[in-house]
């Protein structure tokens, strides 16, 4: 079912204009390295009793190689917040919310993760270390 009630929508989507307000303001590389851990670790958010048994561990084992390369794009970190999105929507119409005490909290992650998603492909560079090092390896005299 979907909510019904607008600040099950209209909350996540102002946190995730937060968010990205915040990260905005972090520096390279740490901005793409930090988010590339919160996106890791938001894959281990249902492992203690999202509802889906041992279909659990489908979605961490799928992340992995995603957040491996999200280390060094941005474009993978994005990727990454889109396969948990999918994931929340799985668990709010078939396992348990996020937050027990919120039935609608895996609905609101859902926006929030989809919408921080569509920052990191709009906006940030697809790959600020590759080009970093591009650059360096650029302005180097040859050896």
Do not use: Q
């Not at 999202?50 to 961490?60: I, K, T």
């Amino acid at each position: 079912m979907i909510p019904s009630d607008v600040m099950d929508s209209l909350g996540p989507a102002l946190a995730a204009g937060v968010f990205v307000l915040l990260a905005s303001r972090v520096r390279e590389p740490l901005r793409l390295r930090l988010n590339a851990v919160l996106v890791a670790g938001a894959g281990g958010v249902y492992l203690s009793g999202g509802g889906l048994g041992v279909l659990e561990l489908a979605y961490p084992a799928l992340l992995l190689p995603v957040v491996y390369r999200a280390m060094v794009s941005y474009r993978f970190v994005a990727v990454g917040w889109l396969l948990h999105s999918a994931w929340d929507v799985v668990h709010h119409f078939w396992g348990h919310p996020i937050w027990p005490f919120m039935p609608t909290s895996s609905w609101g992650c859902m926006i929030f993760d989809a919408l921080i998603a569509l920052w990191f492909l709009t906006v940030t560079p697809p790959s600020t270390l590759s080009r970093a090092r591009s650059a360096k390896a650029a302005s180097s005299p040859p050896s």
